[in-house]
């Protein structure tokens, strides 16, 4: 899976505004940054009149639209998805995902926390939590930026999430099986291994 964290906080923190300036600093480095934007509300994209909406309105459970510079996909769902199932479908050919939202999510996550917006930090004790962006000083052992220092922030994905995920990756192997990627111990991928080099072998 594409290297993923997530930027919380509460609403009205500036979590946007944030993830903004991150992937505009992201992308001057070079890299390819994909956001996923979790809404806890009912949105709409394909509004009332448009020929996707009528599409959808027909009956049709999926609505792709196509250009020679985007693409949108709209689908029926009877629940939230994943982000385990989402990132491999649809963010892909990407050096970073970033979510904005998901605080209670296993992620890697920096929260953005405002004093004027709660009395303290959301994920204050949360393992998964690489730092705070804050207007005032925190009491935390984690990291704490200033609330404009993006770069900063941009720093912390850089060497914790794309580049830290890409050597922990090129340290083991991983098999994937029906869409799952399984995670494997240094002794069962060098059985593994061998015994893929044994069958190899027995090819012509």
Do not use: Q
């Not at 964290?5 to 992308?27: D, R, Y």
């Not at 001057?28 to 806890?40: E, N, Q, S």
């Not at 599409?55 to 949108?72: P, Q």
């Not at 935390?140 to 922990?168: C, H, S, Y």
Request: charged share 30%; with cysteine.
């Amino acid at each position: 899976m594409v290297p993923t964290m997530s930027i919380v906080g509460f609403s009205g923190s500036g979590k946007t505004t944030l993830i903004v300036k991150v992937v505009s600093e992201l992308t001057a480095r070079g890299y390819r940054v994909g956001t996923i934007k979790h809404d806890a509300h009912k949105f709409e994209i394909d509004h009332e009149g448009k020929d996707s909406w009528r599409h959808k309105k027909a009956g049709a459970v999926s609505v792709l639209i196509t250009s020679a510079e985007k693409l949108a996909f709209i689908k029926s769902t009877s629940s939230e998805i994943a982000l385990r199932e989402a990132i491999p479908l649809y963010m892909t050919d990407l050096d970073v995902v970033i979510t904005e939202g998901y605080k209670t999510g296993k992620l890697p996550k920096i929260e953005v926390y405002r004093d004027s917006v709660a009395e303290r930090p959301a994920c204050l004790n949360d393992p998964a939590l690489l730092a705070i962006v804050s207007d005032k000083a925190v009491d935390t052992k984690r990291p704490t930026l200033d609330i404009n220092d993006f770069k900063g922030v941009a720093d912390i994905i850089e060497n914790k999430i794309i580049k830290g995920t890409k050597a922990e990756r090129a340290r083991r192997l991983e098999l994937s099986l029906n869409g799952k990627n399984l995670k494997l111990s240094d002794e069962t991928a060098k059985r593994l291994k061998k015994a893929v080099e044994e069958v190899l072998a027995g090819v012509e």
